[in-house]
C-alpha cells in the first residue's frame, strides 16, 4: 500500500469541499459525506467501548471486527459505486446477535441507557449506529446506495444494543428497567 498519508494537512478543503475515492470534489456537508463520516463516528464510538478496562469473553474480538467492517462501509460510502460489504457481513453479524442474545432473559420492559462504562458507551455506539443508518438512508433517497450497506447498519444497532445489555450484566449484574412516569 506504501506511504499514502505522508502530509496530514493538504489545504485543499479550506474552500468546503472534499475529495472522494474516486477522486470527485464534492461539499464537505453533502449526503455522501454526512454518510460515511457518520459511519466513522460509530467506528470511533466502538473504540470507546473497546477502550473499557474488562469486557466479558468475545465482546471485543465481535467489536473489532465490526470496526475493521465499519472501516469497509465507510470506503464503500466513499467511492460511489465501489462494493466492500456483502450478505455474509449481515449473516455474520446475524449469527454473533443470536450468540450474545441466547443468554440474556428476554425483554418484557424497555431498559434505560446505562449500566456501567462499558454499557453506557456501547449504548451511545448504538445510537451513532443509528443516526449512520438515517444518514445512509437520506443518500439511498437519491443515489444508490448497497442494500447490503444499510441491513449491515441495521442488524450492527441491534447487535450493540444486545451488548448493551451483556455489559450492563456484566458491570452491574442487572439492567435498569424504565418506568412510566406518573403525574
Given at each position: 500500500?506504501?506511504?499514502?498519508?505522508?502530509?496530514?494537512?493538504?489545504?485543499?478543503?479550506?474552500?468546503?469541499?472534499?475529495?472522494?475515492?474516486?477522486?470527485?470534489?464534492?461539499?464537505?456537508?453533502?449526503?455522501?459525506?454526512?454518510?460515511?463520516?457518520?459511519?466513522?463516528?460509530?467506528?470511533?464510538?466502538?473504540?470507546?467501548?473497546?477502550?473499557?478496562?474488562?469486557?466479558?469473553?468475545?465482546?471485543?474480538?465481535?467489536?473489532?471486527?465490526?470496526?475493521?467492517?465499519?472501516?469497509?462501509?465507510?470506503?464503500?460510502?466513499?467511492?460511489p459505486g465501489h462494493?466492500?460489504?456483502?450478505?455474509?457481513?449481515?449473516?455474520?453479524?446475524?449469527?454473533?446477535?443470536?450468540?450474545?442474545?441466547?443468554?440474556?432473559?428476554?425483554?418484557?420492559?424497555?431498559?434505560?441507557?446505562?449500566?456501567?462504562?462499558?454499557?453506557?458507551?456501547?449504548?451511545?455506539?448504538?445510537?451513532?449506529?443509528?443516526?449512520?443508518?438515517?444518514?445512509?438512508?437520506?443518500?439511498?433517497?437519491?443515489?444508490?446506495?448497497?442494500?447490503?450497506?444499510?441491513?449491515?447498519?441495521?442488524?450492527?444497532?441491534?447487535?450493540?444494543?444486545?451488548?448493551?445489555?451483556?455489559?450492563?450484566?456484566?458491570?452491574?449484574?442487572?439492567?435498569?428497567?424504565?418506568?412510566?412516569?406518573?403525574?
Amino acid at each position: 500500500m506504501g506511504n499514502r498519508l505522508t502530509k496530514i494537512y493538504t489545504r485543499t478543503g479550506d474552500d468546503g469541499s472534499t475529495g472522494l475515492g474516486d477522486g470527485a470534489r464534492v461539499a464537505k456537508e453533502s449526503l455522501r459525506v454526512e454518510a460515511y463520516g457518520t459511519v466513522d463516528e460509530a467506528n470511533s464510538a466502538i473504540g470507546v467501548v473497546l477502550a473499557s478496562a474488562s469486557l466479558p469473553p468475545g465482546v471485543d474480538q465481535c467489536l473489532i471486527d465490526v470496526q475493521h467492517d465499519l472501516f469497509d462501509l465507510g470506503g464503500e460510502l466513499c467511492i460511489p459505486g465501489h462494493r466492500m460489504i456483502t450478505a455474509a457481513f449481515v449473516e455474520r453479524l446475524e449469527a454473533k446477535l443470536d450468540q450474545f442474545n441466547e443468554n440474556l432473559p428476554p425483554l418484557k420492559d424497555f431498559i434505560l441507557p446505562g449500566g456501567g462504562p462499558a454499557a453506557a458507551a456501547c449504548h451511545v455506539a448504538r445510537t451513532v449506529c443509528r443516526r449512520a443508518e438515517r444518514r445512509c438512508w437520506s443518500l439511498a433517497r437519491v443515489e444508490e446506495v448497497s442494500p447490503y450497506a444499510l441491513q449491515y447498519l441495521n442488524r450492527l444497532s441491534d447487535l450493540l444494543f444486545v451488548l448493551a445489555r451483556v455489559l450492563a450484566r456484566h458491570e452491574r449484574g442487572t439492567e435498569t428497567v424504565w418506568r412510566r412516569t406518573r403525574g
